[in-house]
């Protein structure tokens, strides 16, 4: 009797391994790591970089825009490679680009925007670094798009490069 | 265009001859015929025949460069050398799966002719068994994955072989991997037939042996061509990276090496029947599990070569079929004998066998999570997540040290009773291991105390078993090398992991830098043109502490067809250490990324394996019981 039940449990889980195969056929295969998946914008209080005030997360993201959060810092030597890219990306005026400056000294970060050119539409200071690990952060340097909905919806670890910049042209189209 | 023709037509006669091989069989199983009917024997030969017409064929496709043909169009290109055409006929999932058929209809036809001497009906079970498997996989090739599909207009030009698969290792890999991996499939039919007729016994242990032996030499060899191609071709220096695709060669592995353990006792003294029979079961259902899991695109790994979902619909179901049929079988018919495990004595040999049964047990069921649990988990919860070699590490290693240690006494043993000889030499040889590894470990910091008692466990192995192999004349020699080439690679695999060191760093010609006390010299680059590829070649000079000097000359190689820019490691061997560089370009910048490792006893790795499959050739030869 004993038997009989172990070799019907048995079965069932056969079965079951049948139903999870078949199921994971048709499954996409491309791997997503799940902060890609869309998720909502932390809301925030930050320190503006030019003005030195505190602004609101919601005054930020206003606009009916794509915006693109780059977390950086002047200490960041892959920063300084992706900076002709951000360059780049803020011709297209679709694009909102905020940068997030990570625990930087306000000097350095200055002067890393006078040499190498702001290519931000507005930066906020990071001092602590705790805004950077609301929006799901890593390390620096990091980048956000962000949707007209107000959602997260891909985030590249490590800088930008060509390619990144052409996917990132695509989801803007 | 011909061949092409030729090939199909005698797959489909293939298929026929199989539909009519089961009818005759099913016909003189109720013959009262003392023996199987020369006309089965025949018809097992056309069949066989017919599968290999067909792959010469597809063999001939390559060579000319027959583009017409679909699977040459996709899988070759006229500027390929002609060994690469040839091995690009199994380098594709139409071919390999010709590949898979040839070896199921070239066992079951060695099996019929050299099984003269068993039960008749027992043979034709196997046979009918065999040609389910064959047929399913004709319906297979034939419906899914047809290597002859024919294609208008005909392509001036073929897409080329994966510049990855242009390597002599790997030309060779597949055949001699599916020898083992395939064959197996005999040993699945063999065991059900001898279930179904009640013929599970010493005589069925002595003869289904061979077949055991042979598959697992040849699972050997090929895993570890596999993976000493991945060692020097993947470039990342390591040579097992738990990556699905091995693991689902090594699952049939792990099982195979039980059952051959299992084998010796039915052999001696016929117990350990349902042991048997399971892990004859288990042996090719795992290999069949594996073909689904990376011929499926399931899982992502490097023999994924298309994903197609109606294939892995099919192996799915034929796969579950085999699983239900087999387990069936084996709970209707198999009658435990009254030797049941119970009985053994606690040190005996017998029971040493099981204990390395419940370890391998052990292995196989981390390997098997660790390899579909990702399916599960995304199937369930739809999170995705990759297993990692820490994962296989941190659950394998902890059980490693009592497996060797319980090797150390196993073969020592004796059948049904014994005690524990030579307590002296034993005493001698732990100490002796425990000095060394307190040598070796002097300089190391980290994880101390488990790597106290890896190293002297497998120190201690080493000795029990070079004593074995070296003073014991005429004792049980195919069972010394063995275990001998196992502790090795036990022993190799440690320092390698333990001593392994490397550096990456960015360098320009005419540059040079100091590791370790040594100094690289980056010489210079030069540029060199074959038909397949042209490449930049890196001539480095290095001069160790004694100022040896050695040259490496990495290559940064383009494929034409299709276009993949690969970086070729060059390694230079000697007996204790490997020195590894690889060098890829940095792309806007006038240096290169180097990475220099040194590794030592690489070579010891491969040798070991080879010793370890050479104790299983000696075992085949031999006629005698093992003692």
């Known amino acids: 009797m004993k038997n009989k039940l172990s070799l019907i449990i048995f079965f069932i889980f056969l079965i079951f391994c049948f139903i999870i195969f078949y199921i994971g056929l048709d499954k996409p295969k491309i791997y997503i790591p799940k902060t890609n998946i869309e998720r909502n914008l932390p809301v925030f209080k930050a320190k503006d970089f030019s003005s030195n005030t505190y602004i609101d997360s919601e005054n930020i993201f206003a606009e009916e825009n794509y915006y693109i959060v780059n977390i950086w810092a002047s200490w960041c030597v892959p920063c300084r490679k992706e900076h002709s890219l951000l360059m780049e990306l803020n011709q297209n005026k679709l694009i909102k680009l905020i940068g997030l400056n990570y625990k930087d000294n306000l000097n350095n970060a200055k002067k890393f925007i006078n040499e190498l050119g702001n290519p931000y539409n507005q930066i906020l200071i990071d001092n602590d670094g705790t805004l950077s690990v609301e929006f799901g952060a890593y390390g620096v340097p990091e980048t956000f798009v962000i949707n007209k909905n107000k959602k997260i919806i891909k985030k590249f670890v490590g800088p930008i490069n060509r390619r990144i910049l052409e996917e990132i042209k695509l989801i803007i189209k | 265009m011909l061949a092409n023709q030729i090939g199909y037509y005698s797959l489909i006669l293939g298929l026929l001859f199989s539909v009519y091989l089961c009818i005759v069989s099913i016909k003189d199983f109720n013959n009262a015929d003392k023996k ?13 025949a017919f599968v290999i017409i067909s792959f010469i064929s597809l063999i001939l496709s390559f060579i000319n460069s027959d583009f017409s043909n679909e699977t040459v169009f996709n899988n070759s290109h006229t500027t390929k050398p002609l060994f690469y055409k040839i091995s690009g006929t199994w380098g594709n999932h139409e071919g390999s799966l010709l590949l898979w058929l040839l070896v199921l209809t070239l066992f079951i036809f060695l099996f019929l002719i050299k099984s003269r001497e068993q039960p008749k009906k027992y043979r034709i079970l196997t046979l009918l068994f065999q040609q389910l498997i064959i047929i399913g996989f004709f319906l297979f090739v034939l419906m899914t994955s047809n290597p002859f599909n024919y294609l208008f207009p005909i392509p001036a030009e073929g897409l080329g072989l994966n510049p990855i698969l242009q390597d002599p290792a790997l030309a060779i890999h597949p055949p001699i991997l599916y020898l083992g991996y395939v064959g197996s499939s005999i040993i699945f039919s063999a065991s059900l037939a001898a279930v179904a007729q009640n013929y599970i016994s010493r005589e069925w242990g002595q003869h289904i042996k061979k077949w055991v032996l042979i598959s697992w030499i040849f699972l050997t060899i090929g895993i570890m061509l596999g993976s000493i191609w991945a060692y020097y071709e993947l470039g990342w220096g390591g040579f097992w990276f738990w990556d699905p695709v091995e693991n689902v060669s090594l699952m049939p592995w792990l099982t195979l090496t039980a059952l051959l353990h299992c084998i010796l006792v039915l052999e001696r003294r016929g117990a350990l029947t349902s042991w048997v029979v399971i892990l004859s079961i288990t042996t090719f259902t795992l290999s069949m599990c594996g073909t689904f899991l990376v011929r499926s695109g399931i899982l992502n790994s490097v023999h994924t070569f298309a994903n197609d979902p109606t294939r892995g619909i099919f192996i799915l179901i034929f796969l579950f079929i085999l699983i239900f049929l087999s387990l069936g079988i084996f ?23 099981l204990v390395n049964n419940w370890f391998m047990m052990y292995f196989l069921s981390v390997v098997l999570i660790g390899t579909v649990y990702p399916i599960f988990l995304d199937v369930i919860s739809a999170e995705k997540i990759s297993v990692g070699p820490p994962f296989y590490q941190k659950l394998i290693a902890p059980f490693l040290a009592p497996f060797l240690l319980f090797m150390v006494f196993g073969p020592k043993l004796k059948w049904i009773k014994s005690k524990i000889e030579n307590k002296s030499s034993l005493i001698i040889f ?3 291991s425990v000095i060394l590894m307190f040598f070796i470990l002097k300089n190391i910091t980290t994880d101390l105390l488990f790597y106290t008692i890896l190293i002297s466990a497998a120190f201690l192995l080493f000795f029990t078993t ?45 540059e040079r830098f100091n590791y370790n006390g040594a100094e690289i010299f980056f010489k210079k680059i030069e540029q060199d043109n074959k038909s397949n590829f042209s490449s930049i070649v890196g001539y480095f000079k290095i001069t160790n502490k004694k100022g040896k000097v050695i040259e490496l000359k990495p290559e940064i190689r383009v494929y034409n067809q299709p276009v993949i820019i690969t970086s070729e490691a060059d390694i230079k061997t000697t007996l204790l250490e490997d020195k590894f560089l690889v060098m890829n370009i940095v792309k806007g910048k ?23 499959s050479f104790g299983g050739l000696m075992s085949l030869s031999k006629k005698k019981y093992e003692k």
């Open chain 2, 331 to 353: 709970f209707l018919f198999h009658k435990e004998n009254n030797k049941n495990s119970d009985t053994f004595f606690w040190l005996s040999k017998e029971s040493s066998i």
């Open chain 2, 466 to 510: 070079s004593k074995e192999l070296f003073f014991k004349k005429f004792t049980n020699m195919s069972q010394a090398v063995a275990h001998f080439g196992f502790s090795l690679f036990i022993l190799s695999i440690l320092f390698n992991s333990i001593l392994s060191s490397e550096i990456t760093t960015n360098i320009k010609v005419g």
């Open chain 2, 590 to 612: 006038k240096y290169f990324n180097i990475r220099y490792q040194v590794k030592p006893f690489m070579l010891w790795i491969w040798i070991s394996i080879l010793i370890l």
């Open chain 2, 430 to 432: 732990l100490i002796i």
């Open chain 2, 36 to 48: 199987v009917s020369t006309n089965i024997i025949t018809l097992s030969f056309l069949q066989l």
